[in-house]
């Protein structure tokens, strides 16, 4: 057994070895010197590792913009500084000119990019294409997530769904852990708006998959058994062998006219054909739909927790959102459900929720590549280079946020922040496409809550963690307590 042990641990390190050695050699190759002596100021870290182990270490600890914030008074405030990620050379930019430079310029000069983990997982999709193909993805899906779905037909599932929820999961309960109880809520919402999917079993396997697959594209791409990586590339199979089966399922049903030709997301992509008369192949529709159902429960269901959070500590600005929703629900008949011109009526409430975005973006940023070398600032950014912007950083400046640590939903109101100083669905043509749904997701969501409870925080200022997105490390415990009627 001891030498059976023993080999096998031979065996391990011989191919972790020659992985790295591997890696060392694709690296080195691709890594082509630049010539330019025009470059921003920065450093490259380790070989390979780059920094890395920083940069994850700094959302590990709860404060993604550290890892800029160091380099800037280390590099002396420099409107953009190079380092390198995820085995890449990349530019960082984090202030509002930055912002709007790189969103005005994609597929100019620069172009969607994500880090090897998440392209490898998700495969081919809106989150993967580029240009063109990009374009007409965001069109066929935009009928989907956007205000015109939302008006017509979301508002009031959503609400049905999420009261149904809060009478089973937060009625009758002294104690909930938030994040735990949004999250099923939300990926059981996402289900049945994108796939129809309600049967609960099948909605937990799913949600359950989904969690491991999450932890995977926040991963290095080690494709070795016992890492994240692994992990999550298995349960993406699984996740997208389910999605086959209820596409070719739908199809069935499409082409017995036992499904209605506009029912939900599936049937849409289903029947869409680009200017050439081309369809979405199976794997291609399975491949949207999971980024559609990752993207669409996940970032929500971390706002409403850091939502909760905040309002548990602010019981001055949750008497004000107390307030308005209140003034909703008395102009409502009993039992009826809101419209969409209900949620046009949260202004403040949204204003709340914009400061809780602003303070703790769930998404600290997103990544390009350079499709040609350009200037920037005065610095030259070489065809190839990565960059990253930054919400996390542009939201944490002085320069942009007066008082800047300060909770303080009166900035939203009027004109609001300067434009690209407030970037947590980022911008340009590759805005999020879910950001109307995700108001209204967090919208309701917040009604229902606050016009039946207030709640204590049971781990006063819990730590928050960004893996990937932003969370309270136990999930945030709240006593709850329901209003007297
Ligand atoms: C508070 C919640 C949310 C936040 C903070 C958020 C944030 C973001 C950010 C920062 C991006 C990247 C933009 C870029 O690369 O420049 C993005 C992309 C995206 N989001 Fe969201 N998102 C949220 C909710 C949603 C929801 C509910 C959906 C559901 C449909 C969604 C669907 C997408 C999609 C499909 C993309 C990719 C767009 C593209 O590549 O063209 N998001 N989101």
Known sequence: MASFMVSMAGMFLAFFFVFIVTCFVVHIYRKKPVTTNNLPPGGFGWPLLGETLEFIRAQRNGTPGKFIKDRIERYGNPSVFKTSLF?????????????????????????????????????????????HEAKWLRKVMLPCVGPEALSNRYVGAMDVVTRLHIKKQWEGRNKVTVFDTVKPCLFELACRLFISLDDPNHVAKLGSLFNTFLKGIGSLPI??????????????????????????????????????????????????????????????IANNILLLLFAGHDTSAVSITLLMKSLGEHPDIYKNVLKEQMGILEGKAPGEALNWEDIQKMRYSWNVVCEVLRLNPPVIGAFREALVDFEYAGYTIPKGWKIMWS???????????????????????????????????????RMCLGKELARVQILVFLHNIVTKFSWDLLIPDEKIEYDPFATPVKGLPIRLHPHKL
Not at 96 to 106: C, H, I, L, Q, R
Not at 261 to 274: A, V
């Open 223 to 284: 494709d070795i058994p016992g890492t994240r990586f692994y992990r999550g590339k298995r349960a993406t199979f699984a996740i997208k062998k389910q999605l086959i089966m209820l596409i070719n399922q739908r199809k069935l049903a499409l082409k017995q006219q036992n499904a209605s030709s506009f029912e939900d997301l599936l049937s849409h992509l289903l029947q869409s054909s680009d200017e050439n008369g081309r369809f979405l192949s199976e794997m291609e």
């Open 391 to 429: 919400a996390a950083m542009t939201h944490k400046e002085e320069d942009n946020y007066p008082n800047v640590t300060k909770f303080d939903p009166s900035r939203f109101e009027g004109t609001g922040p300067t434009p690209f100083a407030y970037v947590p669905f980022g911008g340009g043509p």
């Open 87 to 131: 085995g890449h050379r990349m530019v960082v930019f984090y202030k509002p000119d930055g912002n709007k430079f790189v969103f005005g310029n994609e597929n100019k000069l620069v172009a969607l990019w994500l880090p090897e983990a998440i392209g490898s997982l998700c495969g081919k999709c809106l989150n993967t294409s580029r240009g």
